[in-house]
Each structure stands twice: as C-alpha cells, then as structure tokens.
C-alpha cells in the first residue's frame, strides 16, 4: 500500500470520526466544507485517490457509504522517544555529568531498527570521528548492554572521563581509537567501561 499525503490522511481521519461519531459517514459536502474545499471535484479526486491506495471502499456509489478499511493509526509509521543525554565529545576526553535534555523523537523505519529501553542519544562536540563521517552537531543513538566489537563507534568512560572512539583490541587489551591523525589513540590507565555502542546516527542540515 502506498503511504498517504498528509490531507489524505486527514480526510481518512475525518471520514473515520463522523462514522464513530454519527454512524454514517460524512457527504461529499461536509468533507468540502471541513477542509474549505471550493469544489466537490476536489473531494472526489481525494476520494478517488484512497480508494485507489484501498484505505476506503463504498457501496456502488450511494450518499454516506464510505467506510474506513484500514485503521488510520496502522498507516502511520510509529514514532519512537529516544531520551538526550547531554553531549559526548568526539575529541579529548573530559569529565561530564548526565544532564537531561529531553528526547529525539523519530519513525521506527527510518531509525532502521526497533529501540528499546536501553536506547539513549548523545549529541557529538568534537572533530576527532570526522574519518567515520561524525560531525560536532550529530547525535548519535547508542545502545547499552552491547558487547562491542572490533570497528564499533562506542560511548565510553575512560578512567572517568567520557569520549566517542572506536573501539579496538590490541595485544589483546580494548582501547580507543580516534578517526583523526591529531587526535591520540586512548589507553586505559585503570578503568575502560562502554556505556553504548552507536547503531544510527543522526544529522542535522546546518
């Protein structure tokens, strides 16, 4: 089924509240007179239209016959709330607390893949991944409780300090790479904990 315009969608939506809350489906008119339509050629090209992508049937052309055929809320790809937390910077590590920022809502299909619980995003500060095509200004959606393997971008804290990298075995020890030449590979002193493994990254238009 194709995916509606947004005044199909509106006009389904409308068809389906005057049949819940009438019984009957609104005329020809009523629908012209809703959206401020000036011709009723108007609304029967709409209606043409969502019969086409089968969203709506009617019976043989009688008055107030439209009947809704799929349920408004399955053509609506679902939104998803992935929370904020603050930014991560993609440069030298530095030390940073959790700051709420709100969340980064988006459609599960074009995210790619169905977030769960653990799912948070961090907005990127920093140059150092710029060899992985991540920008100061992206945010980057993250998982927790993923083991990392070789190649992941991972949020991490290294020896309590936070920083996007890489994550990388060498001689059999994890540390961290940077995508930049001025930037230095990061060593763990005492203590390396991935707090998420990057699976989408978002871009904003500047």
């Known amino acids: 089924?194709?995916?509606?315009?947004?005044?199909?969608?509106?006009?389904?939506?409308?068809?389906?509240q005057v049949q819940q809350r009438e019984g009957v489906s609104p005329s020809f008119r009523e629908i012209a007179a809703h959206f401020g339509f000036s011709s009723l050629s108007t609304v029967a090209d709409h209606i043409r239209l969502?019969?086409?992508?089968?969203v709506i049937t009617d019976s043989g052309g009688k008055k107030r016959s439209l009947r809704v055929a799929?349920?408004?809320?399955?053509l609506r790809k679902p939104i998803v709330d992935i929370p904020l937390f603050g930014t991560i910077p993609a440069g030298f590590?530095?030390?940073?607390?959790?700051?709420?920022?709100?969340?980064?809502?988006?459609?599960?299909?074009?995210?790619?893949?169905?977030?769960?619980?653990?799912?948070?995003?961090?907005?990127?500060?920093?140059?150092?991944m710029?060899?992985?095509?991540?920008?100061?200004?992206?945010?980057?959606?993250?998982?927790?409780?993923?083991?990392?393997r070789t190649g992941?971008?991972?949020?991490?804290?290294?020896?309590?300090?936070s920083t996007l990298k890489t994550f990388v075995i060498e001689n059999g020890a994890p540390c961290l790479k940077s995508e930049n030449p001025k930037y230095p590979k990061l060593i763990p002193a005492n203590e390396l904990v991935i707090q998420?493994?990057?699976?989408?990254?978002i871009r904003k238009i500047r």
């Open 196 to 201: 998420g493994v990057m699976v989408a990254l």
């Open 1 to 16: 089924m194709k995916e509606l315009t947004t005044k199909q969608q509106q006009i389904l939506d409308f068809i389906q």
């Open 152 to 161: 992941d971008v991972v949020a991490a804290l290294i020896d309590n300090e």
């Open 50 to 54: 969502l019969r086409k992508k089968g």
């Open 130 to 148: 710029i060899g992985r095509h991540i920008l100061e200004g992206d945010v980057a959606i993250l998982e927790h409780g993923l083991i990392p």
């Open 70 to 74: 799929i349920a408004t809320k399955n």
């Open 93 to 128: 590590p530095r030390e940073r607390l959790q700051e709420a920022r709100g969340c980064v809502s988006i459609d599960i299909e074009t995210l790619g893949f169905k977030p769960t619980q653990r799912t948070f995003a961090l907005e990127v500060r920093g140059d150092s």
